[in-house]
């Protein structure tokens, strides 16, 4: 049996929050209680991965997890999956046990891993036929080509292909069963910016057809674009977890005001500023001062107010809104990149 | 499982530079081993040195000249002779003194002691041309006892009918430790048993594809040394060519096994290459490939008795050299059943599909 189309009754995606999912009868598609896993580690002792992750999507969502590396985010991916058994907690996909329900689950999920995960030896299209062939139901391999735009390389070997090919194809490799869960671990890592944004727009098209899409990352560009809903994760926990734009209004410091000069500036005049709740001043030499405040409508007219009255010249004054980035920094203490 | 199967033998067979030294490993032994002649006969260096010129002495020489297996030289001293002999450039040096009136002709021969085969086969020829020789001057002829000799066509079994199944044995199991044992490895690096694990393919189907298509493959290789051999360089094949296909399956599921183990503890596959060779190399010298198990130390034939490629060798030379049928390699049948079962427990402790 080929069945390319979608069942009636998926919905598009809510637009709200977890809570925002439809009557009782509907499941969330993924759900995740108090989960741990912990791993021997090597001098003896254990190591804890993930340390008591509790959250669930809803379905038609992008749900994305965000952390620097070694946080936790596969290893919790994989338990969802069921590619790894949980130490304690439960995780559930469209209400189905990951573990003691797993092939039923898997019929109903699409998982992309890390990284390759293909054979050197067989076509694109000869890879998307066998693994349809695993499901009781697939997606005809030229279909999910074209929607990559690689039906020209239906006879390529992964090898040939470009590292945004081999990336798209890994991913629409994880829809030969039609699910309504995608899992994308780390889908742009290692992408120019061309090829990320390629990958992103590929995202978002799954995300219209009404599947739901769950996906770690460390670049917060992406995780802002990209996710309904992000999960803030580091040290195996979840530190916060929210839409973006909430993320970032729930920050003391939610704008940035950035500007130039090259006279000498009294830092605590600045400071003093409404609105303002830190001032980085710039390193030895160079001209670039930025202001960390709550609401930039307040802060900017008296800023300009500020420096006319001091005869400070700036130059180059911009409002830039705060990042997920910052998020992560007011969460840990810690940069992303680190 | 079909389009799991054929897959598996895209994957074998469109990876050349790997298949090609799976397939042609043994291949290219049996070509070498093709090109060497080992059906001569010792060809014995004869030095003669005659004091002095008589009819004997050349009777003597003629005499020696017309055995096949003697190269026959003249030297004039004896001391020279001598020298060469140690050195080696002669296996026996002849000597004929001057005849005394009246004394019997005393000749004398010297050989190297190292040499025992070529000496007593050299000594005996010419004492039987002496022999002869008397019963002439003594004017007995035709001499009163002769001795016709027969040959009778028999079968004829050379070095090269013995080794032709022990390589088709060893491109078995190389073939099938190595190769398994790397593949899988690779696979596991890659992530492919992951991605397979997360799909609802149970994994036991996709090693059973593997295995399917890695004994299909090795039939071929069998086949491939077995038609370089016998075609090519004209090796006897006395028995049915089918028991052999069948004894080389039955082995295969113990060396795949053993794949499997090894694929189990290697991290990567570099580490695989080794610790499957390390499995291998051994038993492609120990098990008889080459020469017969019986000229191994006797401690060492009890041990080497028990390998698995033993009694698949063992019994495909039944097979190939005697004619028999498979029926009659009971002993090594019921010792490859064993290392079936043995190796698939082995197989079953190492190898774990997905790693925590």
Known sequence: MSATTRPGEREARPTGSAEAEGGASREPAVEVVDLEKTFPAPGGGTLTAVDGVSFSVARGEVFGFLGPNGAGKTTTLEIVEGLQSPTAGVTRVLGLDSHRDRNRMKERIGVQLQAGAYFDYLTLEEILDLFGSFYPRQVAPEALLDKVGLLDKRKALVKQLSGGQAQRFSIVASLVNDPEVVFLDEPTTGLDPQARRNLWDLVQAIHDEGTTVVLTTHYMEEAEFLCDRVAIIDNGRIQALDTPLELIHGLPAAYRIVFATHQDVNDGELAALPGVVEVASPANGAATHELRVSRAQVTLPSFLDWASGRGVEVDDVRVLPATLEDVFLSLTGRSLRE | ?356
């Open chain 2, 1 to 356: 499982m079909g389009k799991l199967i054929v897959s598996s033998l895209k994957l074998l067979y469109r990876d050349k530079q790997a298949l090609f030294w799976a397939l042609a490993f043994p291949v290219i032994f049996a070509v070498i081993f093709g090109l060497f002649d080992f059906t001569d006969v010792p060809d014995v260096d004869i030095a003669v040195v005659v004091e002095e010129g008589s009819p004997v002495s050349e009777g003597l020489l003629d005499g020696l000249g017309e055995i096949d297996a003697f190269s026959v030289t003249s030297l004039r001293s004896l001391d020279v002779a001598r020298d060469e002999l140690v050195k080696g450039y002669w296996d026996v040096v002849l000597g004929v003194p001057a005849a005394a009136p009246g004394q019997p002709l005393l000749l004398f021969v010297l050989y190297n002691e190292t040499n025992f085969e070529t000496n007593q086969f050299a000594i005996s020829a010419i004492e039987r041309l002496a022999g002869v020789m008397n019963l002439q001057i003594a004017g007995v002829d035709p001499p009163p006892v002769a001795v016709e000799s027969r040959g009778i066509a028999g079968k004829s079994v050379e070095y090269y009918d013995f080794l032709l199944p022990g390589l088709v044995a060893m491109g078995v199991m190389n073939f099938s430790i190595i190769g398994m044992s790397v593949a899988i490895s690779r696979f596991r690096e890659q992530r492919i048993l992951k991605r397979i694990l997360a799909t609802p393919l149970r994994p036991v189907k996709f090693l059973t594809a593997q295995v399917v298509a890695r004994l299909a493959l090795a039939l071929v290789q069998a086949a491939l040394i077995l038609a370089v051999g016998v075609y090519v360089f004209g090796a006897n094949l006395y028995g049915n060519v089918l028991w052999l296909f069948a004894l080389a399956t039955v082995a295969n599921l113990i060396f795949l096994n053993l794949g499997f183990a090894v694929a189990g503890r290697a991290a990567n596959p570099d580490a695989a290459q080794g610790i499957a060779n390390a499995v291998a190399l051994p038993m492609m010298f120990l098990s008889g490939v080459f020469f017969p198990t019986e000229t191994l130390p006797e401690v060492m034939q009890v041990v080497v008795r028990y390998l698995p490629l033993t009694p698949l060798i063992e019994a495909m030379r039944t097979v190939a050299i005697d004619g028999e049928s498979i029926l009659r390699t009971g002993p090594q049948l019921a010792l490859l059943g064993a290392w079936v079962a043995v190796s698939f427990a082995i197989a079953a402790r190492n190898f774990r599909f997905a790693r925590a």
